[in-house]
């Protein structure tokens, strides 16, 4: 029944398009992130979606070392190994997000029984272990790993996570070291966010050239493509991506695109040094910031849908005309109600941030895209 339901939906509206990663195939892969809930095959409308159109797929979560590892050296393989299995029963290109990053981390990665820094020595041993036995056990199957994410700040220094204050920059050299010795043909990247900010990709590039003279193997930078309404600048956001190979040869995969359609978050003046977290539990501070940041509540305006579309469309462009260099294109979802902009940090904001809408249908410029205006 359900599967009735989902076919005569996605025959109205999907299966009647081309192909998406057929359009885009010799210029760069399509893929999409994908949650729980797709890997285990409950949303049998996404899943019909992402195995028509993708050809690539990340997890959303699953191989987090948090999620993958709740407590260190403990395991649990149930959703990973499912993660893997979908993607090669439906023939797409496996990836891997992420080895070492900050958040979502196993709670005690980096620290003793009693909650202090372990030693250097020590975290090496335990990313080496971590990585080899992620690495190791998909060998062969996962074709490209984030093996770190977002240790570079907008200023471009280092973020001061727990891998950092304990092994200095050097955690990063360590952390690709690891990853190729436990699988020598799996691709490498480094992935981050804001890769507009001059002085970021600065960092970054230098980064990934201290790892090249070193002869350690990376593959390509990952540009997460959270976009907004008002950032990145196009032509600046361009420029950075041919950067990347100008100066470092490796090329780019834009690895989590999505394009919030709402009003871009800032701290009101009222936050102070509360966290979102804490102000959302704050009802007026919430109402506040509700109205500021919430105004298509009722139904996103034509005129302000529009302008999401074309701009979508001026970044799909760009990325078509860099395809020399842009290796993947990776969307944060199938469709809008996918999102993790969703709720986030407002409770109650819908969000319409990805490249189909919340009834699987293909939004308006991927339309233009395929037919022409
Ligand atoms: C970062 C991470 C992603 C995802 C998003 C949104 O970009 O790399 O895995 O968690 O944040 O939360």
Partial sequence: MILLAACSLLAGCVHTEPVLKDVFAGKFILGAAINDAQITGEDILGDSVLIRHFGAIEPENCLKSGEVMPVFGQYDWILADKYVEFGEKYGLEVYGHCLIWHSQCTPDFCFDEKGALISPELLKERMKQHISTMVGRYKGHIK?????????????????????RILGEEFIPWAF???????????????????????????????????????????????????GMDYPDLALYERHIRRVKEETG???????????????????ADLGEMSFAEAMSN????????????????????DIYKQWNDRMADFLNMFVRNSDVIRRVNVWGICDSDSWKNGWPIPERQDSPLW?????????FLHDYLYGR
């Fill in 356 to 364: 189909f809408d919340r009834n699987y249908k293909l939004k308006p």
């Fill in 144 to 164: 490209g790993w984030d093996v770190v994410n977002e240790a570079i700040m907008e200023d471009g220094s280092y973020r001061e996570s727990p891998f950092y």
């Fill in 250 to 268: 490796l090329d780019v995969c834009i690895t989590e695109l999505d394009m919030s359609i709402l009003p871009t978050l800032t701290r009101s």
């Fill in 283 to 302: 009802p007026e501070i919430r109402a506040r910031m509700a109205e500021k940041f919430n105004p298509y509540a009722n139904g996103i305006p034509e």
């Fill in 177 to 227: 070291q690891c990853a190729y010795e436990a699988d020598p043909d799996c691709e490498l990247y480094y992935n981050d966010y804001s890769m507009h900010e001059p002085a970021k990709l600065e960092a970054v590039i230098n980064m990934a050239k201290k790892l090249k003279e070193r002869g350690i193997r990376i593959d390509a930078i990952g540009f997460q493509g959270h976009l």
